[in-house]
Nanobody, 123 residues
Framework: QVQLVESGGGLVQAGGSLRLSCAAS????????MGWFRQAPGKEREFVGN????????YYADSVKGRFTISRDNAKNTMYLQMSSLKPEDTAVYYC????????????????WGQGTQVTVSS
């Protein structure tokens, strides 16, 4: 049974940094894309970025490019989202997700989801 567990959310001031973790278990993720999504109150869930588990190749939404970095530790089966230069508009619940096979940025195309972790950026 696949489990994704996020951690590391919290309250941070604008301009600050935060690192989220996503611990994955239940199978080998070598054929998966692991993604980060976020959802602000009253808004749809949006793609933040993802990483090919085997390749390590990353892709980012324009809104976070240059500020956020995704990485993974194969030995720990953990993905990270390093967030810098945070803005109040980055406030949201952040989710990690896993998709088997090809690259996609649509949340409905992802197979497994974590429970989410709240990130709040104060101005």
């Amino acid at each position: 049974q696949v489990q994704l567990v996020e951690s590391g959310g919290g309250l941070v001031q604008a301009g600050g940094s935060l690192r989220l973790s996503c611990a994955a278990s239940g199978r080998t993720f070598s054929s998966y894309f692991m993604g980060w999504f976020r959802q602000a109150p009253g808004k749809e869930r949006e793609f933040v970025g993802n990483i090919g588990w085997s390749s390590g190749i990353t892709y980012y939404a324009d809104s976070v490019k240059g500020r956020f970095t995704i990485s993974r530790d194969n030995a720990k089966n953990t993905m990270y989202l390093q967030m810098s230069s945070l803005k109040p508009e980055d406030t949201a619940v952040y989710y990690c997700a896993a998709r088997y096979g090809t690259w996609d940025d649509q949340p409905e195309m992802y197979d497994y989801w974590g429970q989410g972790t709240q990130v709040t950026v104060s101005s």
